[in-house]
């Protein structure tokens, strides 16, 4: 079976920076896919990388047969990757439906002011019903800045999703949210998955992950060190050395 | 000042966060004289919020912090560095284009006394004989590791009864750790009580004394550093799964 999102022994390094080392991370289609490790393992650049907003040094991105190895963000969008960044990336001094409303012009080919009309009537109604979707529809009419820092990761879900995207990389849409919100997330996520939605996940909080995951893949060092259900990769002890550590009289015995 | 051993510096109930949330919720926890106390936790539990509410960067909202004995809450930054405590953050602090002697003097910017400041300087070049060998050196011209150095060194110039050190290993490869750490294990031998945050929970906690695990803004295991790196529930802690979270 083909891969759906394939990292094939992608390298980058940052000047003297080894930020992945032959890295390959594969994404199988309909799963619901996470992708952890410690602070500065990776995972950020590699979600760069499989989305054109970094070039690698060497290896390639697959998108099922098609390599898309460095092609531009725009283009990877089109192909049917969708990402979300950790900092949220939206237009605050625009309203939440008029955000969407931009995230609607994609693929219409010609770009127009967005605002002038703010939408046709179908955009509009696509728009408001994603919102519905994702739980803010309340708010379409607030300026974004106006959204707590929950919401403003389902915003920028939302707009991801308008796309109507193969896959979507989640960059640590947990973070800094709250727990009932989190709830709320990981049911959309579920939800979409289950009609046909792939999703690649990096995010720290382990609950998260292992309970939405089927497949976790955990970097360290910019290396892949162990890829399994969450189960096995809970008690392998790899991956406990990537997250505790390796203590320094340790290092003599081979450890790094 | 408290007998080694004794609480140097002690935190109860403390609440503390930025914006609308908590990201303490009620911590509590102490420091003893004359130890290393290494905090630990994944990401996100809140051991850098706690580290800046000690050291006055963030107000708490409730609790306590007493170091030997006097309250800390309210104090300005400069007020805390007065009673003693001395925080080194996680990024680098250096004025790049500074040289190293330059970093270190202006580690003394708040004290008046010349004379003063000379013996200090002098004790740090016998403390830190590598530091002092850089000294022409501009701060950003040296490796990451080196710099950590010159950052403790700069610290030294406020004779702290308290160094706290945010992730002195951060970037650093094994063997470099190595110095760093054992620069640390120095500075406690010259009778500084230490505090340090450590994202490399294994050689945080053998170097410490004592060891404190957060979690989700909360303490979930503390004893000594060797008690709770061998504890059976550390791994679940940092990979979720435990009955504790």
Redesign the interface.
Known sequence: MTALLRAEGVTKAFGGVQALQDCTVEVEQGTIAGLIGPNGSGKTTLFNIMTGYERVDAGDVYLGHKKITNQRPQRVFALGIGRTFQLTRIFPRLTVLENMLIATQHGSGRARNPLARAGGRAERRRALGMLEFTGIADHAGALADTLSYGQRKLLELSYVLVADPAIVLLDEPAGGVNPSLIQHLAGRIRELNAAGTTFLIVEHNMDFVMGLCGHVTVLDYGTVVAAGPPGIIRSDPKVLDAYLGVAEEDDDAGAR | MPAPGEPALVVDGLVSGYG??DVLHEVSMTVPEGGITCVVG???AGKSTLLATISGLLRPRRGSIAFRGESLVGKSPRQILDAGLVHVPQNHSLFRDMTVRENIELGGYTVRDRALIARRLADIEQAFPQVTSWSRKKAGALSGGEQRLVEFARCMMLDPALVILDEP???L???V??SV?DAVRMMSARGKTILLV???????L??STHGVVMENGRVRLAGTGEQVLGHPE??AL????SPA?
Do not use: H, V
């Not at chain 2, 450590?198 to 945080?204: D, T």
């Not at chain 2, 940092?238 to 799964?241: F, M, T, V």
């Open positions: 609308g949330g994944p990401n996100g290993s951060m970037g490869s094994p063997k750790l190595r750490f450590e994202q490399n929970a294994r050689a945080g053998r170097l550390i791994g940092y990979l979720g799964g979270t």
